[in-house]
């Protein structure tokens, strides 16, 4: 079921089986399992998450290389919805755990917001992360481009800047690092700064040693004509040539929301899971790019199929077996 602030009341005493917070493509994969488990499901998206900024998927099995992230998210809500799921645009703000239960509080609407609390035996962490992308004064110019021909993903993009001339935008020497790999695709490559941070004298070295151009002043805007990149002019007024780029900036990870609970293990910003994407808390899984591992669509799908199939696993052996309770007569011999 579709909710919205105009119908929660016929879903806000619901006891969940699980709620997902976050509907990208782990969040989905988890509500379409539960769902087909008989299990009950509330997927709950805040909208513009990292999967919409995929112009092509052009590394999953199956797909025809230019089907859009956008594609993907629409179908699979739609599938999720037809199984039986339920699905809310908001905004976690809070899990809190109850002891046999959680409540999550749910912002709902930008203005005259309303803060509704679901509960749900479980929860299932596939809220993600959004890369930083350089911030220009017309975000537009950046946006033209991003998913395009300017890329956050190296794994999943690096194939398509192979031999091209490469711009990587990164503002700390460990971003940087990421040119030194980027080169088994492209040996072309210019690194800017945007002017953030500083590049040591070692660092400065390296990238000469390499052949690689340190551009230190900010980025004014991205060229081209119809997402297809062209070069980058800098304040300076210095214009870098390149047909594609990468931009090596770091990520905001959504996961606020759990930092109430005790007992979870972190990585850094990631949540520490087992092969069924389950934390360290029994009633809590972690999907794609929130756990420590590779950030991949085909790895968040794969670990929500995991997590849906380990909670119903435990409901399961929880419940009373279903028996055959229909009377059947049995014909007697003589």
């Known amino acids: 079921m579709k909710l919205s602030s105009k119908n929660l009341d016929e879903r806000i005493d619901t006891l969940y089986d699980a709620i997902v917070v976050g509907g990208g493509m782990g969040g989905l994969s988890a509500a379409i399992y539960l769902a087909r488990y008989g299990l009950k499901c509330l997927i709950i998206e805040k909208g513009k998450g990292r999967s919409l900024w995929m112009q092509d998927l052009r590394n999953y099995v199956g797909l025809d290389p230019h089907t859009s992230g956008s594609t993907i998210l629409n179908h699979g809500t739609k599938q999720a919805l037809e199984w039986g799921a339920d699905h809310l645009r908001g905004y976690v703000e809070e899990v809190t755990d109850e ?17 509704p609390i679901f509960r749900s035996k479980y929860v299932i962490a596939a809220s993600g992360i959004m890369d930083n992308l350089p911030q220009l004064e017309n975000m537009q110019n950046v946006y033209d481009y991003a998913g395009y021909t300017v890329h956050v ?67 004014a805007k991205f060229l081209g004509e119809k997402h297809q990149l062209s070069g980058v002019e800098l304040i300076d007024g210095t214009i870098v040539e390149a047909t594609t780029g990468l931009v090596s900036m770091g990520s905001v990870y959504h996961s606020h929301y759990l930092k109430g609970i005790d007992g979870l293990e972190w990585d850094g910003q990631n949540l520490v899971t087992n092969e069924m994407a389950k934390t360290s808390h029994d009633r809590i899984f972690a999907l794609g790019d929130l756990k420590k591992g590779l950030n991949q669509v085909s790895i968040a799908v794969a670990d929500g199929t995991a997590a849906a199939t380990q909670i119903w696993r435990n409901i399961r052996r929880e419940s009373v077996p279903r028996k055959w309770e229909e009377n059947i007569k049995v014909p007697i011999t003589v």
């Open 99 to 115: 002891g046999e239960t959680f409540a999550v509080k749910v912002k709902i609407g930008k203005k005259d917001s309303t803060y």
């Open 153 to 219: 993903c190296m794994i999943c993009d690096g194939f398509d800047m192979w031999d091209q001339k490469a711009v990587l935008i990164a503002n700390t020497e460990s971003q940087i690092n990421a040119a030194f790999v980027l080169n088994w695709f492209t040996p072309y490559i210019s690194v800017l700064t945007h002017g953030l941070g500083s590049v040591s004298d070692t660092m400065k070295q390296k990238l000469a040693d390499y052949g690689y151009p340190l551009y230190e002043s900010p980025i």
